[in-house]
């Protein structure tokens, strides 16, 4: 498991621990499930500029529906 050091502001800093805290999980934690919702996100449009570059229409208009249907959850 890699390590990471980011740099934030003190305010966005201390929204990020009060959401964690609601959540009732740790900082590391909120990254952590907040980048998996980014990178899901990223790969779907990777994922759909791909088939619309083939042109294939209904599969692309296809997982822009799962992709609605998942952020809806």
């Known amino acids: 498991m890699a ?18 805290k609601r959540r009732n999980i ?23 500029r791909a088939m619309a570059a083939k042109g294939n229409i209904k599969a692309g208009l296809a997982l822009l529906e799962r992709l609605d249907s998942e952020l809806s959850e």
Request: glycine letters at 0%; proline letters at 2%; charged letters at 35%.
């Open 26 to 48: 740790s900082v590391n934690k909120l990254i952590e499930e907040l980048s998996t919702i980014a990178l899901a996100e990223f790969d779907a449009e990777t994922r759909f």
């Open 3 to 20: 390590t990471l050091t980011i740099r934030l502001p003190d305010d966005k800093h201390e929204r990020l621990k009060e959401l964690a």
